[in-house]
C-alpha cells in the first residue's frame, strides 16, 4: 500500500509563537526558568541594596512580596519567550512560507524556499495532537509544525494516520 499526503501551506506567525510558547514551556523549561530567576535575583538585589534600611528583616522577602513578584516574573518570563519568538520569526519569515510536506511510507519531506529536508520516520520521536496544532517532534525541542487551522479534517485525519501507521507514539498532553 502506497499512502502518500501532499500537504502545502505556509505557518502564520500567531501558530509559530503559540508553538514556540508550548514547546518552551512543555519540554524546554531552563530558558523559562532563567529569566524568572533572572527577574527574581534582581529584585532580590534592588531590596537588599536599596539603601534605605539595611536592617535583616528588610533584607529578607514576606509572603505579600512572594505572591507578588512570583506571578510578574512568570508573565515577564513568558512575554520574553513570545517577544523572542517574534524576533525569529520575522528575521526568518521565508523559512515559514509556502511549505510543501509530502509524507509517505518511506518518511516526511519538507520543501520550502529556503531549504529542503527529507526524514525517515526513524528520525521522529513522538507526536502531539493539541488543539490546534500537531507537532511532530525530530528532538526534545525541535518539532515540525502541522496548524490545523489550513489544514481540512480529511488532511489532519490522513496525517495522523499515517503517524500511527509508521509507529510514532503520540505524546501525552
Known amino acids: 500500500m502506497n499512502e502518500e499526503l501532499k500537504l502545502k501551506f505556509s505557518i502564520p506567525e500567531k501558530i509559530y509563537l503559540k508553538a514556540r510558547v508550548k514547546l518552551i514551556l512543555r519540554t524546554g523549561t531552563t530558558q523559562f526558568a532563567i529569566v524568572i530567576l533572572s527577574i527574581f535575583s534582581a529584585y532580590i538585589g534592588y531590596k537588599s541594596f536599596s539603601g534605605i534600611n539595611f536592617s535583616t528583616q528588610d533584607k529578607t522577602m514576606n509572603g505579600v512580596e ?16 513570545y517577544g523572542s519568538g517574534k524576533q525569529v ?8 512560507q509556502n511549505l510543501t510536506f509530502i509524507i509517505n511510507q518511506d518518511g516526511v519531506e519538507s ?3 529556503v531549504s529542503s ?4 520516520w526513524s528520525n521522529f520521536k513522538c507526536f502531539l495532537n493539541s488543539k490546534d496544532i500537531i507537532f511532530l517532534f525530530i528532538s ?8 490545523k487551522e489550513v489544514l481540512n479534517e ?13 509507529n510514532i507514539l503520540e505524546m501525552k498532553k
Open 111 to 113: 520543501i520550502g524556499e
Open 89 to 96: 520569526y520575522r528575521e526568518n519569515k521565508s523559512k515559514f
Open 117 to 120: 529536508t527529507k526524514l525517515k
Open 154 to 166: 480529511n488532511e489532519i485525519e490522513q496525517l495522523l494516520e499515517l503517524f500511527h501507521k509508521n
Open 140 to 147: 526534545e525541542k525541535n518539532a515540525q509544525l502541522f496548524p
Open 66 to 81: 512572594l505572591i507578588i513578584i512570583f506571578p510578574v516574573a512568570i508573565i515577564l518570563g513568558a512575554y520574553r519567550v
